[in-house]
Structures are given as structure tokens and as C-alpha cells.
């Protein structure tokens, strides 16, 4: 099992930063891919980044590339998104994710295995 906790959640004005980390632990190497998600009131789940822990590959969804930028720190066994820029419809809870992915092609996974709890992100206009 692998558990992950999210935090740097808060509220900020448009324009603004914030940056989330998510610490793991437990099973962490039987996981190559880590990630993060939101989910808005209303919407789909949507896939916002994702890193291939085992070579520092990313991948951004087109509504965040160029304001987000996810980063991993191997000996703290922690993920970050640091989300520059933020618009208000980036407010959504977000989720930490961490999966195997064949390849350590992350963003092809339909799905990771593992989740963490959330932490929300509010951004006023």
C-alpha cells in the first residue's frame, strides 16, 4: 500500500500562487508515475499533471501548461505542483495520485492506483 497526503491547499486571489506537495509513503517503489487531479462541483475529474518518478518525465493538461509545473523531491519522497497564475476556474479540490504505468508513460494510464484525500484550492476573481 502507498499512502499519500496532500497539502498547500488555501485561498488566493486570481493571479496569484500556490504550491502543493504531496508526501508519500509505504509501498513507494512499487510506483513510477505520480500525479495530480481535480475536481470541481459539477465536473469530471480532470487530470492536471503527472511525473514519471523514475526519469522526470512531465505532462500538463492544456488548461494549466505554461502556469503549472509539477516537480518531485526523490529523498523526501514528495511531489509538488507549484500553480503560478491561478484564474478561478482552477478552483477545485485537488488530488494526489500515484500508479505504475508500463513504460513510465504516466499520462497514458486511465487511471492511478493510489489517492490521497484532497486539498481544496479556491481562487476569487
Known amino acids: 500500500q502507498v499512502q499519500l497526503v496532500e497539502s498547500g491547499g488555501g485561498s488566493v486571489q486570481a493571479g496569484g500562487s500556490l504550491r502543493l506537495s504531496c508526501l508519500a509513503s509505504g509501498y513507494t517503489y512499487s510506483t513510477n508515475c505520480m500525479g495530480w487531479f481535480r475536481q470541481a462541483p459539477g465536473k469530471e475529474r480532470e487530470r492536471v499533471a503527472s511525473i514519471y518518478t523514475g526519469g522526470g518525465s512531465t505532462y500538463y493538461a492544456g488548461s494549466v501548461k505554461g502556469r503549472f509545473t509539477i516537480s518531485q523531491d526523490n529523498a523526501k519522497n514528495t511531489v509538488y505542483l507549484q500553480m503560478n497564475s491561478l484564474k478561478p476556474e482552477d478552483t477545485a479540490m485537488y488530488y494526489c495520485?500515484?500508479?505504475?504505468?508500463?513504460?513510465?508513460?504516466?499520462?497514458?494510464?486511465?487511471?492511478?492506483?493510489?489517492w490521497g484525500q484532497g486539498t481544496q484550492v479556491t481562487v476569487s476573481s
Open positions: 495520485a500515484a500508479t505504475f504505468a508500463s513504460g513510465g508513460y504516466c499520462h497514458k494510464e486511465p487511471d492511478f492506483r493510489y
